[in-house]
């Protein structure tokens, strides 16, 4: 499914607008990789086990909105948002992703 950032698709016609679609994932951290974390945060560097939690958050709130896009009938999304927040503190973190959009159909 084609999704963009933008409102619109150079070369492509919206036909009809359909509805707001949403896919969230909230995952937790374990305290392992808080502690890893912690370490990074101190010594300088990336955090691996954190990076991929986020890509494992943000593309599992991609599925979910493009499942319900597709419920939908919608060929495309439009002005997709994407939103990260991290809540609770260091041991019992979680991380949220929440994406949004218009589900399209194209002509």
């Known amino acids: ?12 016609e919206i036909a009809e607008y359909l509805d707001i679609v949403v896919g969230e994932a909230i995952l937790g951290s374990n ?3 808080d502690i890893l974390g912690s370490i990074r945060d101190v010594v300088g560097g ?14 599992t709130a991609f599925a979910e909105m493009e499942e319900y896009a ?33 589900a399209v159909k194209l002509k």
């Open 46 to 59: 990336r955090s691996g086990a954190y990076e991929r939690e986020m890509r494992n958050a943000r593309e």
């Open 70 to 102: 597709r419920k939908l009938g919608a060929d495309a999304v439009v002005g997709v948002d994407i939103d990260y927040e991290v809540i609770g503190q260091s041991g019992s973190m979680m991380m949220m992703v929440s994406v949004s959009g218009t």
């Open 31 to 33: 305290i392992f990789k």
């Open 1 to 12: 499914m084609l999704k963009t950032t933008t409102p619109t698709i150079e070369g492509r």
